[in-house]
């Protein structure tokens, strides 16, 4: 079974905790019949996953229909033999490690990039070189401790004395778009200490508006509730994204649906071409490139949608990043010179991916771009 059938609950992907024991067998949502109708129509489901997709699309009319058309589309095009097919599979083995070898090189990059600090002026080598120092100089030691001594006593003479502090069990940070400058603010250490985490929307008492309430669960649990464009919530949405490893999958997929609706800000579409990039896990990141639907004129959306389609591992990522990409190429009048990198990507694919539905769909997208397939 594929990862992206997994991650529609029909399993888990590699290296992720089985969330999903004992729910074989649930019924198919219809948010979930865009991505299954590929491998429904390619014969890609084993019996229990056709019987659920079966089940669903008999009452629902708008789901058998895109099914209908997902069917249609894959009979039309079983007829064309695949270029590939006449290929040696050294040209797909190729193709594979290039895919693994970007990924790696993607994961290695995004932990290097973790570290705000050059070495050199990182503030551990600093610490570690004046510890050092002071140790072989007693006397700069002495020094040191003299004068810091001193500076701490005048500081601590001019420093207003107030009233102590009111320390809460459970601290909840309420945020406005209007942004009041009394508000507490979301601390760095309350994300950092954050053991797990729970997205929702809510409706507060005597209020029509949904607000978002992000839960930190740590030693000192931390309630953020806001609108989706609060930078509070926002700040939130993205640690839980940029720190997947930590957070389970369906944390990230609820923070991915909040920040798809302020997508127009320039830093959530960074956060969502990071999460389509480097996120370990394909049905989030597929989920990330969906939520660029619409910007794609943006030549970083453009860079993420093209790497998707190009180095991405999972066939149904690559798939989502094809209908993306011929989207914003029909909008913008068919592909032209600007756009011939697109067009090598989609030949590419068409010739050397490995996934039969990558190759199908890659071979629709040239032909309604007017592009020879051959």
Not at 319 to 328: D, P, W
Request: proline share 7%; aromatic share 4%.
């Amino acid at each position: 079974m594929s990862d992206s059938r997994k991650d529609l609950g029909f399993g888990n992907a590699p290296g992720e905790p089985d969330a999903s024991a004992g729910k074989i067998g649930r019924a198919v949502r219809c948010d979930e019949i865009e991505s299954l109708a590929v491998f429904y129509a390619c014969d890609e489901l084993d019996a229990g996953e056709r019987a659920a997709l079966d089940a669903h699309v008999a009452v629902c009319p708008s789901c058998a229909a895109a099914l209908q058309r997902e069917t249609r589309l894959q009979l039309a095009f079983a007829s064309i033999e695949p270029p590939a097919d006449s290929l040696d599979r050294s040209g797909l083995l190729l193709a594979q490690c290039r895919s693994e070898l970007a990924e790696a090189l993607d994961d290695r990059q995004a932990s290097a990039g973790r570290s705000g600090w050059p070495t050199f002026l990182s503030p551990a080598a600093w610490w570690d070189a004046l510890r050092h120092t002071l140790i072989y100089h007693p006397a700069l030691s002495m020094g040191v401790l003299l004068v810091a001594g001193f500076l701490a006593g005048v500081a601590g003479q001019r420093l207003p004395v107030g009233p102590p502090p009111i320390i809460a069990s459970q601290p909840v940070l309420t945020s406005s778009s209007s942004g009041s400058s009394m508000r507490p603010k979301v601390i760095e250490e309350q994300l950092r200490n954050a053991e797990s985490a729970t997205v929702t929307w809510v409706t507060p008492s005597g209020s029509s508006t949904r607000r978002v309430q992000v839960q930190l669960n740590s030693p000192t649990p931390t309630d953020i509730v806001g609108s989706p464009y609060d930078a509070d919530v926002q700040r939130a949405l993205t640690f839980l994204l940029e720190n997947g490893q930590r957070f389970d999958p369906n944390v990230r997929l609820d923070s991915l649906d909040v920040l798809r609706t302020n997508a127009a800000d320039p830093d959530v579409r960074r956060t969502l071409c990071a999460t389509a990039r480097l996120d370990r896990n394909p049905g989030v990141r597929r989920k990330a490139l969906d939520a660029l639907q619409g910007f794609e004129r943006d030549p970083m959306v453009r860079d993420a949608l093209l790497d998707a389609v190009e180095s991405d591992a999972d066939a149904g990522v690559r798939v989502e990043g094809i209908h993306l990409v011929l989207s914003a190429l029909q909008s913008e009048g068919g592909a032209g010179a600007s756009d011939r990198q697109a067009v090598e990507i989609l030949r590419g694919r068409l010739r050397t991916d490995p996934s039969p539905a990558v190759r199908r769909h890659s071979a629709v997208a040239l032909q309604q771009l007017g592009e020879p397939i051959q």
